[in-house]
């Protein structure tokens, strides 16, 4: 190895260390670690079934697609009640880890102020955002009114996963999503000017809450088509989303997604139609 090349080894050694030792830094503060464990005890009670769920004879079909949704909607308004609940846990544990950082540039955008009023105005940051996600399940329960997904034929399944996956490919390349997408990627735009005080936190909240479900809506509509509380489908979109926004080559992967997502669309529409 010449001493160019080895000096240039060299330097992207350490820049990749260097990189590396400040994230890891990064995910040391109180409001990451917090988050991380909130999205950990999610998993846990959605792991474990603790959440009650109406039909529970039928708990085992849960991860079905359509199940969850078509036992809520049977159950009236306690059964569309804890079905929100259930959403809210699974938004908790799919979403947080991809927005730690975000809450974090929050509170350090709060500035000097008490212990106290910072551990308010980012609860309140947290609580608009979370809110705002456990509203959007109201979408599949609507959804399913239209389209029962638990009862159509197989055959039409195919199609409405197809539909779905080319949906997903037709967003994932589209300027909405880079445009939402970048706002996820780089949160401290959000937090200029005045965010301090609970107005301040709940407004920032709220633009925060709209940028990310316009950058992940399409990969949770797909969630609803095979199945919203399928556990292996719930760890492979928050890894997805997670890599999307924090990753460094984020926006690429989402482009690579909507590509892919586009092939399997149109691949079970032609296996469907033969």
């Known amino acids: 190895m010449s001493v160019e090349r080895w000096r240039n080894h060299s330097e992207e050694t350490m820049h990749v260390w260097n990189t590396s030792r400040r994230f890891f830094a990064r995910?040391?503060?109180?409001?990451?670690?917090?988050?991380?464990?909130?999205?950990?005890?999610?998993?846990?009670?959605?792991?474990?079934?603790?959440?009650?769920?109406p039909g529970s004879a039928m708990?085992?079909?849960?991860?079905?697609?359509?199940?969850?949704?078509?036992?809520?909607?049977s159950n009236g308004v306690a059964g569309v009640g804890l079905y929100l609940v259930l959403w809210g846990a699974m938004m908790t544990a799919m979403m947080y880890p991809s927005s730690a950082h975000a809450f974090r540039a929050y509170a350090d955008a709060v500035g000097q102020t008490t212990k106290v009023r910072r551990t308010?105005?980012?609860?309140?940051?947290?609580?608009?955002?979370?809110?705002?996600?456990?509203?959007?399940?109201?979408?599949?329960?609507?959804?399913?009114?239209?389209?029962?997904?638990?009862?159509?034929?197989?055959?039409n399944r195919v199609f409405l996963l197809a539909a779905t996956l080319l949906?997903?490919?037709?967003?994932?390349l589209s300027p909405f999503k880079r445009h939402h997408l970048e706002h996820c990627r780089r949160p401290s735009g959000f937090f200029e000017g005045d965010v301090s005080g609970i107005r301040g936190a709940l407004r920032s909240g709220w633009r925060l809450s709209v940028?990310?479900?316009?950058?992940?809506?399409?990969?949770?509509?797909?969630?609803?088509?095979?199945?919203?509380m399928n556990l292996l489908w719930m760890v492979a979109v928050t890894?997805?989303?997670?890599?999307?926004?924090?990753?460094?080559?984020?926006?690429?992967?989402?482009?690579?997604?909507?590509?892919?997502s586009g092939v399997?669309?149109?691949?079970?529409v032609v296996f469907a139609v033969v």
Request: hydrophobic fraction near 60%; aromatic fraction near 6%.
């Open 59 to 73: 708990a085992m079909h849960m991860s079905a697609p359509g199940v969850p949704e078509a036992m809520a909607l």
């Open 211 to 228: 940028d990310s479900v316009g950058c992940c809506w399409a990969l949770m509509a797909l969630m609803v088509v095979v199945g919203s």
């Open 120 to 155: 308010a105005t980012v609860v309140s940051v947290m609580g608009t955002y979370t809110l705002v996600w456990v509203l959007t399940g109201v979408v599949p329960l609507a959804f399913n009114l239209v389209v029962p997904i638990g009862s159509i034929a197989p055959e």
């Open 264 to 268: 399997a669309g149109v691949g079970l």
């Open 239 to 260: 890894a997805l989303i997670s890599v999307e926004i924090l990753a460094p080559d984020g926006e690429r992967l989402a482009r690579g997604i909507g590509a892919l």
């Open 27 to 53: 995910q040391r503060h109180p409001v990451v670690l917090f988050t991380y464990g909130v999205a950990l005890l999610a998993w846990i009670l959605l792991a474990t079934r603790v959440l009650p769920m």
């Open 167 to 172: 949906v997903l490919s037709a967003y994932q």
